[in-house]
């Protein structure tokens, strides 16, 4: 890597500022290491040349890479479904209008599972992205492509989509910093909305102190999503211990979550650091967060189905022709949505229908309420609860593929704090043997916040980052 | 368990065309999943209200004023087929 792409985003905005740095240079610098992509983790690149506005901005000559969820006026955005192939969006995420608001550019567009349906980036109608630490396992999804491009230093930061833990564990399954924040903090208009009560847009990056930045820059009410509230300032982290906090551990951790011992280690030694930092660990009842998984499999598909019904091959995307509507409409969504969505579309028109509906729908938003009360009881005595990110470190590609609820296991621990609307981090931990025997892998921790608390998150993740010091880097 | 029946049932309301070997595998998919999902029916759940919404907003209103919209022919341009400045669409007709 040369001495320019080792450059954290907020050096690399610095140096910019300061004039020395060019931004074409370090442009240039990017889209040649974005060019180099053998990991499928870009759908679409940019050839290069514009500059950006805002050259006094936060984020000045700063490339991105934007996960294909968010619509990019003029460039091809497809969500990573055959059923968007060609669609071109007349206007731009407000997300990425703030970032290249602030100077940054759209290096490129990122791979990603279907609609952010999965949780292993296998759903992406343009084929599977690889970890860069093992090209035999998967990045994790939904947002694998943005989490392996900043791990493979084919991108110096990236934004994605969170919606159950897609933001969060690609970043724990690639060994860098996923930041979810508080529903509401960042607009979601010119978001392909997969389950609008629960998407929120965050940041992937290298180190803490970057997602900070971003955060800053995305965050922000908008006119255009009126359930977006913004949160003010965000604070660049600079916290050195831990003194007077207090980490919740939720009680039962590890009985029936299925977590790896590799990564059950690395948890443990981690709340030991939190100790030695000056921090308190005690264990707190989250009785419902086992739930989760239930509530949220009912919840988020049952919102899919009813967005996803605009892709009817008449306004935009891809049509199947037929003699009659009807037809047409069943054509071009059998050949337009992948296995992954239409088993989700099924899901939730299944729990909404007529007969159903009370006993999935309804009580999985009592459920979400549960959790929702459990969390706020827990930050009634605690500052943050904490949790592994991912019960396993990244997994061999097709290893899950047959089997769609071990697959949504994968977010036992993600899935909490969508359903609440809290904002959570996973920072890189360590690393761990997979079960098989092989190379080690990253394991994220989790550290989450009252909502918007993301200050004081990133403070606290920011001195666990620095006393762990994960320098390690993926393989070539 | 969701049989053959409920399989094709959904898949009409859902506008979705399955094959018949999509019908079989959807069919044991749905069971599995909705199986692990019903674990939810053992919680007590009478006196909770539903969470509709995480964030406590209310009537999120702006000022009622006529601005520009997007232009008409920019709009069809992703479109499959349009005909005289409107999306056209196959007949909907052979639906009896």
Request: aromatic share 6%.
């Given at each position: 890597?040369?001495?320019?792409?080792g450059l954290t985003?907020?050096?690399a905005?610095?140096?910019?500022?300061?004039g020395?740095?060019?931004?074409a240079?370090?442009?240039q610098?990017w889209?040649?290491?974005?060019?180099?992509?053998?990991?499928?983790?870009?759908?679409?690149?940019?050839?290069?040349g514009?500059e950006?506005?805002g050259a006094?901005?936060?984020?000045?000559?700063?490339?991105?890479?934007?996960?294909?969820?968010f619509?990019?006026?003029?460039?091809?955005?497809?969500?990573?479904?055959?059923i968007?192939?060609?669609?071109?969006?007349?206007?731009?995420?407000?997300?990425?209008?703030?970032?290249?608001?602030?100077?940054?550019?759209v290096?490129?567009?990122?791979?990603?599972?279907?609609?952010?349906?999965?949780?292993?980036?296998?759903?992406?109608?343009?084929?599977?992205v690889?970890?860069?630490?093992?090209?035999a396992?998967?990045?994790?999804?939904s947002?694998?492509?943005?989490?392996?491009?900043?791990?493979?230093?084919?991108?110096?930061?990236?934004?994605?989509t969170?919606?159950?833990?897609?933001?969060?564990?690609?970043?724990?399954?690639?060994g860098?910093?996923?930041?979810?924040?508080?529903?509401?903090?960042?607009?979601?208009y010119?978001?392909?909305?997969?389950?609008?009560?629960?998407d929120?847009?965050?940041?992937?990056t290298?180190?803490?102190?970057?997602?900070a930045l971003?955060?800053?820059?995305?965050?922000?009410?908008d006119?255009?999503?009126?359930t977006s509230?913004?949160l003010?300032?965000?604070?660049?982290?600079?916290?050195?211990?831990?003194?007077?906090l207090?980490f919740?551990?939720?009680?039962g951790?590890g009985?029936e979550?299925?977590i790896?011992?590799?990564?059950?280690d690395?948890?443990?030694?981690t709340?030991?650091?939190?100790e030695?930092?000056?921090?308190e660990?005690?264990?707190a009842?989250?009785?419902?967060?086992?739930?989760?998984?239930?509530?949220?499999?009912?919840?988020?598909?049952?919102e899919?189905?009813?967005?996803?019904?605009?892709?009817?091959?008449?306004?935009?995307?891809?049509?199947?022709?037929?003699?009659?509507?009807?037809?047409?409409?069943?054509a071009?969504r059998?050949?337009?949505?992948g296995?992954?969505?239409?088993?989700?579309?099924?899901?939730?028109?299944?729990?909404?229908?007529?007969?159903?509906y009370?006993?999935?729908y309804?009580?999985?938003?009592?459920?979400r309420?549960k959790?929702?009360?459990?969390?706020?009881?827990?930050?009634?005595?605690?500052?943050?609860?904490?949790t592994?990110?991912s019960?396993?470190?990244?997994f061999?590609?097709?290893?899950?593929?047959?089997?769609?609820?071990?697959m949504?296991?994968?977010?036992?621990?993600?899935v909490?704090m969508?359903?609440?609307?809290?904002?959570?981090?996973?920072?890189?931990?360590g690393?761990?043997?997979?079960?098989?025997?092989?190379?080690?892998l990253?394991?994220?921790?989790?550290?989450a916040?009252?909502?918007?608390?993301?200050?004081?998150?990133?403070?606290?993740?920011?001195?666990?980052e620095q006393s762990?010091?994960?320098?390690?880097?993926?393989?070539? | 368990?969701?049989?053959?029946?409920?399989?094709?049932?959904?898949?009409?309301l859902?506008?979705?065309?399955?094959?018949?070997?999509?019908v079989?595998?959807?069919?044991?998919e749905?069971?599995?999943?909705?199986?692990?999902v019903?674990r939810?029916?053992?919680?007590?759940?009478d006196?909770?209200?539903?969470?509709d919404?995480?964030?406590?907003?209310?009537?999120?209103?702006r000022?009622?004023?006529?601005?520009?919209?997007?232009?008409?022919?920019?709009m069809?341009?992703q479109?499959?087929?349009?005909?005289?400045?409107?999306?056209?669409?196959?007949?909907?007709?052979?639906?009896?």
């Amino acid at each position: 890597m040369s001495e320019l792409l080792g450059l954290t985003v907020a050096e690399a905005a610095g140096r910019i500022r300061e004039g020395a740095l060019s931004a074409a240079e370090y442009g240039q610098a990017w889209r040649e290491a974005a060019a180099g992509d053998r990991l499928n983790a870009y759908l679409w690149t940019a050839e290069g040349g514009e500059e950006g506005n805002g050259a006094d901005g936060a984020l000045a000559g700063v490339p991105i890479a934007v996960k294909d969820i968010f619509c990019t006026e003029g460039v091809p955005t497809t969500a990573a479904s055959r059923i968007l192939e060609g669609y071109r969006p007349p206007y731009t995420a407000t997300a990425v209008r703030r970032l290249t608001g602030a100077g940054a550019r759209v290096l490129g567009k990122t791979n990603m599972d279907e609609f952010a349906m999965g949780s292993s980036n296998e759903n992406s109608a343009y084929g599977p992205v690889l970890n860069p630490w093992d090209t035999a396992r998967v990045p994790g999804g939904s947002s694998g492509g943005s989490a392996a491009a900043v791990a493979a230093g084919l991108a110096p930061c990236a934004i994605g989509t969170d919606t159950g833990g897609s933001i969060r564990q690609p970043a724990s399954l690639c060994g860098i910093v996923g930041l979810k924040p508080t529903y509401g903090a960042v607009s979601r208009y010119g978001m392909i909305a997969f389950a609008s009560s629960l998407d929120q847009c965050g940041p992937l990056t290298r180190d803490v102190t970057d997602a900070a930045l971003l955060l800053g820059v995305l965050e922000g009410r908008d006119p255009c999503d009126s359930t977006s509230v913004g949160l003010g300032e965000v604070r660049l982290p600079g916290r050195e211990d831990l003194r007077g906090l207090r980490f919740a551990v939720p009680s039962g951790i590890g009985e029936e979550d299925g977590i790896e011992p590799g990564v059950r280690d690395v948890f443990e030694a981690t709340l030991r650091r939190i100790e030695e930092l000056g921090g308190e660990v005690d264990s707190a009842e989250l009785t419902h967060a086992p739930h989760g998984i239930s509530a949220y499999y009912v919840i988020a598909p049952a919102e899919a189905s009813s967005n996803l019904a605009r892709y009817d091959g008449v306004r935009y995307g891809m049509r199947v022709e037929a003699p009659e509507v009807i037809e047409m409409y069943e054509a071009t969504r059998a050949a337009g949505f992948g296995a992954e969505v239409k088993r989700r579309i099924m899901l939730g028109t299944y729990a909404l229908s007529s007969g159903y509906y009370e006993a999935y729908y309804g009580r999985a938003q009592r459920v979400r309420t549960k959790i929702a009360e459990d969390f706020a009881a827990a930050f009634e005595g605690f500052d943050f609860v904490v949790t592994p990110t991912s019960p396993s470190v990244a997994f061999g590609l097709g290893e899950k593929t047959g089997d769609p609820l071990a697959m949504y296991l994968n977010d036992y621990f993600t899935v909490p704090m969508s359903l609440a609307g809290i904002p959570a981090i996973s920072i890189p931990a360590g690393l761990a043997e997979p079960p098989g025997g092989g190379a080690r892998l990253p394991v994220g921790f989790q550290i989450a916040a009252p909502a918007f608390h993301e200050s004081e998150l990133l403070d606290a993740a920011y001195a666990l980052e620095q006393s762990i010091g994960f320098e390690a880097k993926p393989p070539a | 368990m969701i049989d053959r029946e409920q399989v094709l049932h959904v898949a009409r309301l859902a506008r979705l065309r399955l094959g018949e070997e999509d019908v079989e595998r959807m069919s044991g998919e749905l069971s599995t999943i909705l199986e692990h999902v019903d674990r939810i029916a053992e919680l007590d759940l009478d006196e909770v209200e539903p969470t509709d919404h995480v964030v406590d907003l209310e009537n999120v209103l702006r000022p009622d004023e006529p601005r520009p919209s997007w232009p008409r022919e920019q709009m069809l341009e992703q479109a499959p087929d349009t005909a005289e400045s409107a999306f056209r669409v196959p007949s909907p007709q052979a639906e009896a």
